[in-house]
Structure formats: C-alpha cells, structure tokens
C-alpha cells in the first residue's frame, strides 16, 4: 500500500462555502471536502462536482478512473490544517477503516517485528506496555491470531484491537515528525 496513489477515502467534513480562512471572496470561494485515504491514510482536500453534498464517512473513490463525485484532488493536508469537525470524526472514521481492512491490521499483530533490541512495534500501540507486549508475542507463537476477536479473547487486557490501531494511526497522523510510523505515510 505504501507509495501508492489512494483510491477511496472516507468524507470528514464538506465545507459547501470553501474554507473559512480562505481569503477570496464568497463568489470565488469552491465547496471542500475533507477527507482520509483507505490505504495510506493520507489527509487530503477534494473539490467535489457541482450539486453533490458528501456525508460524513461516505465512501469516494478518487483513482484513476472516471470519478462521478469529485471534480478533483485540491491538495494533500496535515492533521492540522483540518476543520474542527474533521478532527472529531476522524477517529470514528479510521476505526471504520481499520475494522473493514481487518485481515491486514490482524496480520500486523502477527508479524510485528522489534525495531531495536529494546523496543518492538506492538510496545507502540496506545496503552499496550511490555507485560501486554509480551503477552501477545507469547500467544501469536501458539497459533496465528485469526480476527480482532480473536485477538480480544486470548490477550486478556487488550478488548477492542481495532480502537488501538486507529488511535494509532490518528497518533501518526497528528505528529508528522513522528520517528515512527507504521499505518499513515
């Protein structure tokens, strides 16, 4: 998924009067939509067609194709250039994307490696300490884990896996010097 070109992304926010700081005047301003890639999550500003009025997590492809929804890719933004209403739906959509990709996130508990001897990627995850850490390098030695619930049921402590990886990813996406980062470029 890395390097590649999003396809589809889940709406934030639609601003139908362009961007309040935008400094043109209300005749030149261009509705917006905000925006997170499925694949990369990467934060973008869409112009969408005349007439089309996106809802919050609706599901738009902008790939190579013909797009029926969106006019084009305005730009790409950073956590903080986002409206304050993309910034609270953003979590709610990033565990939406996460639980839909499911057997991708599942195989990152699977195969995490450590990045020095001293720290492993799974010691990254929000709230998830050494004792955590090992416990789940201990289970995935017996057998693979299979799905979140899977992961729920045999890591005592660990209760809703998806809501991890997203507040990991939205952790990725505010700091964007960030050493780390294993989900958002």
Do not use: C
């Amino acid at each position: 998924m890395r390097g590649e070109r999003e396809q589809y992304v889940r709406v934030l926010d639609f601003l139908p009067h362009g961007h309040p700081d935008d400094p043109h005047p209300i005749y030149r301003k261009r509705p917006i939509v905000h925006v997170v890639g499925e694949g990369n999550f990467t934060l973008l500003e869409l112009i969408p067609r005349e007439g089309f009025v996106p809802q919050s997590y609706d599901r738009l492809y902008i790939g190579e194709e013909e797009q029926s929804e969106i006019d084009h890719v305005k730009r790409r933004v950073s956590y903080k250039e986002l409206t304050h209403g993309a910034k609270v739906e953003l979590p709610y959509a990033l565990e939406m994307i996460v639980k839909e990709q499911e057997p991708r996130f599942v195989n990152f508990f699977n195969d995490a490696q450590p990045i020095t001897t001293r720290l492993h990627t799974i010691a990254l995850l929000p709230g998830v300490g050494k004792k955590l850490m090992w416990e789940i390098l201990s289970e995935r030695k017996k057998r693979p884990f299979e799905s979140f619930e899977d992961i729920s049921h045999r890591i005592k402590g660990l209760y809703h896996p998806e809501k991890v990886i997203a507040k990991r990813i939205e952790e990725e996406l505010k700091d964007e010097h960030a050493k780390y980062k294993f989900f958002a470029k």
